[in-house]
C-alpha cells in the first residue's frame, strides 16, 4: 500500500484526477473502475477540467462501476446512472456505449446482472485502475462489514449506518433503496492497481483499521493491504489516526523522487 497525506481534500481531488491522467496517456484505452459518493465529486471536476483544457481524453476508455441500487430505475436522480451521468461522462468524451453499472431492470434476476456483470469486466480485458471511496464503517464498494473477502458481483443489504450516512441525500417522503449490486471484493481486488480517496475526519477511523489494523472482513477495506498496488490518498483529517504517519510520508518522497528518475510504469 502506497500512503500518501495531503493538505486538504482539494489536493486529494487534483492528485487523483493527475493519477488518472498519467494513466490515460500511458494506455488511452484503458479500463477504468468508478465509484459514486461525495468524495469523488471533486476528483470528476478535477478531470472534467483536465478534459476541458485538452489534458485528457476519455474517446477509447470503457468505465465499470462499482455499484447501482436495486429498485431504482436508471432515470431516477438518485442512481448511480444519474449521478455518473451528470458528475462525469456529460462533461467528458467518453462513448457512454462504453460505461457500464450493474444495473438490473425491473423483474430481471439480479444473480445473473452480477455473473454478467463479471463476464463483461473480463471480456474488456479487467480493470485498469479500479477507483474508490471508503465507508465510514470500512466498506467498499457496497461490501459492507462480514462481507466475503472471495465475494463477486451480487446483491448487497446494506448496514444501517450506511442509510444513516447516505440518508443526508435523500429528501424525506424519497424512497432510499436498501439494496444494491455491488462488485464483490474479489472483483476490485483483480484490479490491476487501486486508488482509494478518503477525506474528512469521519473517515479517520476506517482508515486507520484498513491500513493499520488486521485483515477481517468486519472491515473489507483491510483487505486492500493484500493487494500488490494499491494507492490511498488521504486529507489531514482523516490521516488523523494513523500511527506510522512519519514512515508514510518519508516512504513517499522516495517514491516521487523513483518516479522523477524512471518515470511510470504501468504493466
Ligand atoms: C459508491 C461506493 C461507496 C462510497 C463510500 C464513501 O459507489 O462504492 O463505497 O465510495 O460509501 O462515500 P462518500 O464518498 O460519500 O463518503
Known amino acids: 500500500m502506497e500512503v500518501i497525506v495531503l493538505k486538504n481534500a482539494e489536493r486529494v481531488a487534483a492528485m ?29 471536476r478535477h478531470l472534467v477540467e483536465r478534459h476541458q483544457n485538452g489534458n485528457v481524453s476519455f474517446r477509447q476508455t470503457t468505465s465499470f462501476n462499482l455499484d447501482e441500487y436495486l429498485g431504482v430505475v436508471a432515470e431516477n436522480p438518485q442512481s448511480y446512472r444519474s449521478y455518473m451521468d451528470r458528475e462525469f461522462f456529460e462533461h467528458i468524451d467518453i462513448n457512454k456505449r462504453n460505461t457500464f453499472l450493474p444495473f438490473c431492470e425491473d423483474g430481471q434476476n439480479p444473480r445473473l446482472v452480477g455473473i454478467e456483470y463479471e463476464r463483461k469486466i473480463r471480456k474488456a480485458g479487467g480493470i485498469d485502475l479500479q ?3 471508503l465507508g465510514a464503517n470500512g466498506h467498499i464498494g457496497f461490501n459492507e462489514p462480514s462481507s466475503s473477502l472471495s465475494s463477486r458481483t451480487r446483491v448487497k443489504t446494506l448496514t444501517r449506518q450506511t442509510l444513516k450516512d447516505n440518508s443526508r441525500l435523500f429528501s424525506a417522503d424519497e424512497f432510499q433503496p436498501k439494496l444494491a449490486i455491488t462488485m464483490g471484493i474479489a472483483t476490485i481486488m483483480d484490479a490491476r492497481s487501486i486508488l482509494l480517496l478518503a477525506t474528512g475526519e469521519s473517515k479517520a477511523d476506517p482508515v486507520s483499521k484498513m491500513i493499520e489494523g488486521p485483515v ?12 500488490e498496488r494499491a494507492t490511498i490518498l488521504l ?6 489516526e494513523l500511527k506510522n504517519r512519519d514512515y508514510y510520508d518519508w516512504a513517499h518522497r522516495q517514491n516521487e523522487s523513483l518516479k522523477n528518475r524512471f518515470g511510470v510504469f504501468h504493466d
Open 16 to 44: 487523483g484526477a493527475e493519477l488518472v491522467g498519467e494513466l490515460l496517456h500511458a494506455r488511452p484505452a484503458a479500463v477504468l473502475g468508478l465509484a459514486t459518493g461525495s468524495t469523488q465529486l471533486a476528483l470528476y
Open 131 to 133: 477507483l474508490m471511496g
Open 216 to 227: 477481517t472482513a468486519m472491515c473489507p477495506a483491510s483487505i486492500l493491504q493484500m493487494h
Open 235 to 240: 486529507d489531514e483529517a482523516a490521516a488523523a
